[in-house]
């Protein structure tokens, strides 16, 4: 731990990483929009190093984020509206498009 502080945090996260089950965090909907901010704001809410969050936009850069990203695919805003996708162990719950809800999905 002296020789190396950085080290010893890194494996102390290794093994917390280890213990949680990652999951995958998927918000569809226009950046700096309203609706997009206020599911943001309640995932961003927590500490979450276990999660990988991605914003999909609308509009053409939507197909070119799929190539890069192949689990976008699919994903689509409800109802015109954002919406988050939350997918643990290969396995997604609905879609979630109201923040209260969200918020007891990520709780």
């Given at each position: 731990v002296e020789k190396s502080p950085p080290s010893h945090t890194h494996f102390l996260m290794a093994i917390w990483l280890e213990q949680t089950r990652p999951i995958d965090i998927t918000v569809v909907g226009n950046p700096g929009a309203?609706?997009?901010?206020?599911?943001?704001?309640?995932?961003?809410?927590?500490?979450?190093?276990?999660?990988?969050?991605t914003l999909k936009p609308l509009g053409r850069e939507e197909e070119n984020l799929e190539k890069i990203i192949?689990?976008?695919?699919?994903?689509?805003?409800?109802?015109?509206?954002?919406?988050?996708?939350?997918?643990?162990?290969?396995?997604?719950?609905?879609?979630?498009?109201d923040p209260n809800e969200l918020g007891l999905l990520l709780h």
């Open positions: 309203a609706d997009t901010e206020k599911l943001l704001s309640v995932i961003n809410h927590k500490f979450r190093p276990e999660a990988t969050i192949p689990s976008l695919k699919g994903k689509e805003g409800v109802d015109g509206k954002a919406t988050v996708y939350a997918c643990q162990d290969f396995t997604c719950q609905p879609p979630v498009t």
